[in-house]
């Protein structure tokens, strides 16, 4: 595969043929909702719809994306339909393709992340066919010709992230993976770290804040690695601890 451009967001996503797709499950039952019957009706998460439409928001108004070329999805029925819309919306991108996922992930015994779906249900008996697979999302991808393709993962993790050496590596920064997508991931430890302030994610709302606000010591356009190392430093206050943000191994 041809080697890729790091994106500079707040230039690359105003170009004609960049695309941005938000995307997140904010109704489904994860496992840390499950009573042992599990009998519980489905959680609704507000935060989800909350952080795609505060992300889109910014995304046109600070980084001049096109509302035409913004494409925002809640609830996925499932995980071919979540690969769909990735697929569907990547292929149309030239310059530029964002992929921003914000909900939930979980890890199997295989220690590989998976990312949940409205029809994502009980994982106390492991994982099934109601989430999408990191690599999935990987092939999802392997037609798109944009020259810059960044995938931002919004996780909430319950229980922690098992094998985190292996799903967190801080020392992979500015480098694509083995398909030439360069990946950012904020992952929680529980639902109240996914929006401890009841109406956006964590992350989502500081790079939000980021791209409104900018940073007075830092470049006049970020690329991601500046957004990696800056939001580090700002989920790393003391009010904030439970979020960890770091590069996605290629090994996922």
């Known amino acids: 595969m041809a080697s890729r451009k790091v994106i500079s967001v707040t230039n690359t996503l105003s170009s004609p043929g960049s695309r941005a797709l938000l995307v997140g499950?904010?109704?489904?039952?994860?496992?840390?909702?499950?009573?042992?019957?599990?009998?519980?009706?489905?959680?609704?998460?507000?935060?989800?719809?909350?952080?795609?439409?505060?992300?889109?928001?910014?995304l046109v108004d600070e980084c001049g994306l096109d509302p035409t070329r913004l494409h925002m999805h809640v609830d996925p029925s499932g995980p071919q339909m979540l690969r769909n819309l990735i697929a569907v919306v990547a292929e149309r991108a030239t310059d530029a393709f964002l992929l921003y996922y914000v909900g939930y992930g979980l890890t199997g015994g295989d220690g590989k992340?998976?990312?949940?779906?409205?029809?994502?249900d009980d994982h106390r008996e492991g994982i099934d066919d109601s989430v999408l697979a990191y690599s999935e999302l990987q092939d999802a991808l392997a037609d798109c010709r944009a020259e810059s393709v960044v995938v931002i993962l919004d996780l909430c993790v319950p229980g922690g992230v098992a094998g985190a050496p292996r799903v967190l590596d801080w020392d992979v920064v500015?480098?694509?993976?083995?398909?030439?997508?360069?990946?950012?991931?904020?992952?929680?430890?529980?639902?109240?770290a996914l929006a401890p302030f009841g109406r956006y994610t964590v992350f989502g709302d500081e790079l939000v804040r980021l791209l409104r606000e900018g940073d007075a010591v830092g470049p006049a356009e970020f690329d991601l690695e500046y957004i990696y190392a800056h939001l580090r430093r700002r989920i790393f206050e003391p009010d904030i601890r439970?979020?960890?943000?770091?590069?996605?191994?290629?090994?996922l």
């Not at 109704?27 to 489905?42: D, K, L, M």
């Not at 500015?174 to 109240?192: C, F």
């Open 242 to 251: 439970s979020i960890q943000v770091g590069r996605v191994a290629a090994s």
């Open 113 to 120: 992340l998976y990312l949940a779906t409205a029809g994502t």
């Open 25 to 58: 499950p904010g109704t489904h039952r994860p496992y840390a909702a499950v009573s042992p019957g599990g009998s519980e009706p489905a959680s609704i998460f507000p935060a989800v719809a909350a952080t795609v439409s505060h992300i889109g928001k910014a």
């Open 174 to 192: 500015g480098q694509a993976d083995a398909h030439g997508i360069h990946l950012l991931v904020s992952t929680a430890v529980d639902e109240t």
